[in-house]
């Protein structure tokens, strides 16, 4: 391919994580990014230095897996994100019984895309973050061997047996996923159109309301 | 959340990575497997048993990035899948020099939004494939730290210097992802339409077309 197909005709996707243009800042994610899913982001607590990165994501919903209290509250209620906190002890020693009401409780919030997109983390993106994600795989049914790839993955050489063998033994048989595709479809609009004006996006909700009366009925029937 | 609200609302947004009720099959994905950003994954090298979960996943394209044969001819066919091979030798001793050309060529690819849902992948997913990830982070302008931290994720202790080497080098001033919004939604439709038959495909593709004509030209001047 020749350079000169190189366009700018997707600076809308490209401004998701960060394009902009020679001479913009670096964009610095959390440590132990990642994404899980479509909507679902994972990381290690966000630091002053994350927010620019995280604001680009469009966050709808932040899953903080801690008890102590959030320190970015502020950037929270500027943006207008839902904080859904469950507060999970983190220390190994002595050996802390990991809830599994709570972490029943978080996966529903991000079992429901009405929350993306949403970003979970605890402190290091590796305990409390991987077994709510291992959890969330073993809802999709993925092999046990593949989950823990994964944990491992984030956890490196602080994997913990504990969690692994939590995440096994999690029953996710009466959960799943909830929502309608639309309303989906609706924050990925937002996501991808960057850098609109408030009078832009008042349009383009409006746009998007024409769409879900015209097409949303006959879809979420034949889908 | 009483577990009453547990609804099956969302199956053709679970369908996307597996959920198929009780009792059916296990989801086995490739190891290392990984979602880099909206609409590109990433693994290592598919077997026979990751196949059906990478239908799943509706693939669009595949980059390939081996000079070998490749082995899931008869997959990429019969899912009308593009294939785009960018022949790249593994091997570490003698260390053979990776080729920028190429890696560009490869990136392009995978910057082109009409290409997705896409698939990276070589043999293992750590090194080829870290290395082709790493080039696409420095054109979202990730810090070469934040990119190198998951560079060393997923390559783990088989990370290597000369790849990361050649991350911090490559020039990606004049790379930037190309493609329109509406052909991303239009392929992010039919992922999450899991399970239709022709004639309703059909129909949705109308649709779509129908949603295109009515805001493709307002949305993508706004954006």
Not at 145 to 160: F, H, M, Q, T, W
Request: glycine share 8%.
């Amino acid at each position: 391919m020749p350079s000169s197909d190189v366009s700018s005709d997707g600076s809308e996707l490209a401004a998701l994580l960060g394009d902009g243009g020679k001479g913009s800042p670096k964009v610095i994610p959390p440590p132990n990014f990642g994404m899980v899913d479509w909507g679902i982001y994972r990381s290690s607590y966000p630091t002053a230095e994350n927010l620019p990165f995280l604001k680009k994501l469009r966050l709808r919903s932040i899953v903080y897996l801690c008890p102590e209290p959030y320190l970015n509250h502020e950037f929270v209620a500027e943006n207008k994100i839902k904080l859904f906190q469950f507060g999970i002890e983190g220390k190994c020693e002595p050996a802390v019984e990991i809830p599994e009401g709570v972490i029943r409780d978080a996966l529903r919030v991000v079992l429901d895309v009405e929350n993306y997109p949403l970003l979970i983390h605890c402190n290091r993106g590796k305990h409390r973050t991987g077994v709510l994600v291992g959890c969330y795989r073993k809802v999709h049914k993925w092999s046990l061997a593949s989950i823990l790839d994964e944990y491992d993955r984030y956890a490196g050489a602080k994997a913990r047996l504990r969690d692994k063998q939590f995440v096994e033994a999690f029953d996710a048989s009466r959960m799943q996923r909830k929502g309608q595709i639309w309303k989906a479809i609706s924050w990925w609009l937002r996501a991808f159109c960057d850098g609109q004006t408030l009078q832009e996006l008042k349009s383009l909700d409006s746009r998007e309301r024409e769409i879900e009366r015209a097409h949303g009925h006959n879809c979420r029937n034949s889908c």
